[in-house]
């Protein structure tokens, strides 16, 4: 399938008329016209985008809290991501769709059990690592120059997108990814950015090395969980978007719980919890409400990608990022300086950008299907005079 202009879509549609001038044109299904959205859509993709934002500023903001009064558990901190999984079981089983057995369409169209574990494995084996080398680099980093690093998710996401989805890197988009990257940059050559607990040289360029990495491998994800819905699940509810949460944190948690054990450091969270500066049962609080950000975030990531694409989710996600280096100021003291400011404008052009080709894509794609209704019209009324004419 490819994408026509409106002059070539008429030239076909009157050409095919002129061949079979009793039936409408079918030229729409061979030819890729994009279809206008509906408002539940954009009511979904509107409440996907609060879930990204308030999920991932908030887990930033506790995950560095938890290490700023005593945690420094790295696995720990990476469970968070994906152990609270459970609590979508229960609104995965309401939205499960029911199946006809007897209805063999329906069988034919689910995808192998062989094919789902392995999307479920593989996006499982990548959201682990992406977590662990994340809390490496929050430890490592200040929250607002790990948050600003973090940008540079978007221009791997594009790279991946380009390949894996077939995603169109316009001029809007590629001046987005590379104000967007300028702004992670920024911070890294800017000699202010230290930690303010470990600030040597040596955590600085571990810190941001692995959240660059976790970036990389986000990114990935994100990509992949596109590519699986678009070739393998092609089913359009609400219960695939739960699914692919679930089993790919299941297996995550599966991962870090392992590593957990067999590393040993399970031993020390007692003792963690007992020194922890604001207590223990504030050391649980904080915990369990990093943990249900997450899962906050996970379900409005993966309903992105599900309604738009996985480039659009990552967008959304680096829209909390310049927030949060303003929250690191007021929460944590964290020093504010003329590189972290230009860092925030630079992050909150590039996401200007890319929102303005979103808004000259919505309006190709209204004009396109206003024409498809257009040509639909005149076909139907042109067709019903000719038979007229024939009686």
């Known amino acids: 399938m490819r994408e026509i202009d409106e002059s070539e879509f008429r030239s076909l549609v009157q050409e095919d008329e002129e061949r079979n001038p009793s039936n409408f044109s079918n030229i729409a299904d061979q030819y890729l016209i994009p279809q206008s959205k509906t408002n539940t859509h954009w009511t979904l993709v509107i409440i996907y985008i609060l879930f990204v934002l308030l999920g991932q500023s908030s ?4 995950g560095r809290l938890y290490y700023s009064k005593g945690g420094n558990c790295i696995l720990l901190e990476s469970l968070q991501e994906t152990i609270g999984f ?20 329906n069988l034919s169209n689910q995808p192998s059990a062989l094919r789902l574990v392995t999307i479920y494995i593989s996006l499982g084996l990548i959201q682990s690592a992406a977590s662990v080398l994340y809390a490496v680099g929050l430890l490592n980093l200040p929250v ?7 940008t540079t998710q978007l221009a791997f996401n594009a790279l991946f997108s380009f390949f894996l989805n077939a995603q169109k890197l316009t001029p809007l988009i590629l001046n987005s990814l590379v104000l967007l990257t300028m702004s992670a940059a920024l911070l890294v050559l800017s000699s ?48 695939v978007v739960l699914n692919m949460i679930i089993y790919q944190s299941l297996v995550a948690t599966f991962v ?5 054990f067999v590393r040993g450091e399970w031993n020390n969270l007692r003792t963690e919890m007992e020194n922890f500066e604001m207590g223990n049962e504030s050391y649980v609080i904080v915990l369990v409400l990093t943990t249900l950000a997450w899962q906050v ?19 959304i996600g680096t829209v909390s990022l310049p927030v949060v280096p303003i929250l690191a100021a007021i929460f944590f003291d964290e020093k504010m300086d003329g590189p972290k400011v230009i860092s925030i404008f ?20 209204r004009k396109a ?14 067709n019903f005079s000719n038979e007229k004419i024939i009686l």
């Open 86 to 105: 459970p609590i979508l079981i229960p609104f995965a089983l309401y939205f499960s769709p029911k199946y006809d057995l007897s209805n063999n369409r």
């Open 192 to 239: 202010d950015s230290t930690n303010p607990e470990k600030g040597s040289k040596r955590n600085q360029l571990i810190g941001f090395s692995c959240t660059l990495i976790a970036s990389a491998l986000y990114s990935l994800m994100l990509s992949i969980t596109q590519l699986s819905f678009q070739k393998i699940l092609k089913r359009e509810n609400f219960n």
């Open 256 to 260: 870090l719980l392992l590593s957990l």
């Open 297 to 315: 975030c996970s379900i409005g990531a993966v309903g992105l990608i599900f309604e738009v694409s996985s480039l659009f989710a990552n967008v």
């Open 59 to 62: 887990a930033t903001l506790l």
């Open 369 to 382: 299907s206003e024409l498809v209704n257009e040509v639909a019209e005149a076909s139907l009324v042109e």
């Open 144 to 150: 607002s120059t790990f948050s600003l690093i973090s």
């Open 346 to 365: 630079l992050a909150a052009w590039g996401f200007a950008s890319y929102i303005y080709q979103q808004y000259l894509d919505n309006y190709k794609t």
